[in-house]
């Protein structure tokens, strides 16, 4: 059997358009949600309608860096990174 361990894992998912009306009140409930997961500072952009969709308006991060989210108008990307290289964190096949 081989172990397999992984740095990290990006999960995408794509929308045709993501409309965000209040995006400090969107990042709190995402984040109330999950436990506060994220409890590094949120980075709320302030970019205007016609801007790239592929810009991220809302980033979220805990603050090991180990957990991130960001949403675009056409994208949520989370993002786990391993930090801890032990053999909690390894798969056997």
Request: hydrophobic share 40%; aromatic share 10%.
């Amino acid at each position: 059997m081989k172990k397999i361990k992984f740095d990290n894992i990006r999960m995408v998912l794509f929308s045709p358009g993501i409309v965000i009306m209040n995006k400090l009140e969107v990042a709190h409930n995402i984040n109330k949600v999950l436990s506060f997961l994220f409890d590094g500072d949120p980075v709320i952009v302030p970019l205007s309608e016609d801007a790239p969709s592929e810009l991220p308006r809302i980033q979220l991060n805990s603050k090991k860096g180990i957990y991130s989210l960001s949403i675009a108008k056409n994208r949520i990307d989370f993002v786990f990174r391993n930090k801890d290289h032990q053999e909690k964190n390894s798969f056997t096949f």
